[in-house]
């Protein structure tokens, strides 16, 4: 652990935290910085990113650049370096799965504090960052400046039902797509005896959680899956974040069974009155009936009636997302932030590839050789769709 005090009093002590038990010991603060967020992130929550750090740091080295101002936590830049080929990449600490990840500031901080986050940052030996999943607006983005490009990655769509959700879902879906809603829950339940049931706390939690487990492995056996859901490792991260975060309230797992038979899930965080999208399976021997669609309708009712107003569906650009979303607002990859002249190219080959594939994806004339050259190769942060 390394520390530079600056030389007004009124700046903040700046600290790089480099092991885990330094990344533990900051957790009594950490997560109000995440709170305090415009657009929080659950995937920068304390013990989400521990239990994250535990099962995948291997082969990184964590470079969480801490400030405090009299003590108290007042910003932070989640980090760490993992080598990409011949670079030295600094990344958000969860990796590509760390939707709305940003730099992270309390309130009141102004902008000179995340730029000595950032300087402090720039003196640890890395060629550069390449930070997926940040929002518009980003503080990091901001504190960067010009030498932190931003390409748009991801669509996100949002649902905003201050009104409840049924008010939403009139509004969004015509009375035909509300009729074959209905209409899909009826023949699943002339199947047997529709029951869904909600997980909030640790002991409800981790029995649903091993049923998706299953249904997950049941939906991709013999297909490619780029999630970390299904693996050996990823099953032991996720049981160990419910242990640490499955009675803080902020995990909640919605199952749907048909005579005990489990058949689909919702896997969701919810931060305040946000409610975020994670993951998602079904039975694919019931898929003409639409269980998965069905299970989040109902996860989303559940969630307005606990006072939630705002769905972050996060990933992707499927149907059923926009239908029920009221706009996008979009996640950005930012490369940039060299260390050095081979950090300054090697950052922008990796900038005009991934412009390259974007071009490629949006191009309805190219999109086929966008699939056939990079589709497969994409890593997928979310459970396939329904």
Known sequence: MTARMHAASSSPVLETLRSSEALEAVG???DGLVRAMPRPSPFLLHGWLSEWWRHYGAGARLTLVTARRHGRLVGAAPIMVRRRGAARVARFLGGHESALADLLLAEGEDASTGQAIIEQ???E?????DLFGLPAGS???RAGGERLPLVERVAAPVLL?????EAAYDARTTSKKRNLHRRRLRQLGELGRVEFTVGRTRAELEPLLEQAFALHDLRRRGRPDGSTFGTPRGKDFHRAAVRRLGDDG???LTLLRIDDRPVAFDYVFVVDDVLYLHGLGFDPALARFSPGLATTLETLRGASAEGI???EFLGGNERYKLELSDRLEPLFQGIGLAGNP???LAAHERLGLIRLRTRLKNSPRLRRLYLMSFGALRPSRLLPSR
């Open 161 to 165: 039902m201050p009104d409840g959700f």
């Open 309 to 311: 107003t705002r769905v």
């Open 121 to 123: 940052l720039r003196e």
């Open 125 to 129: 030996p890395f060629d550069y960052v």
């Open 139 to 141: 503080a990091f983005a």
């Open 342 to 344: 081979y950090g300054s």
């Open 250 to 252: 902020v995990l909640r």
């Open 28 to 30: 009594d603060d950490w």
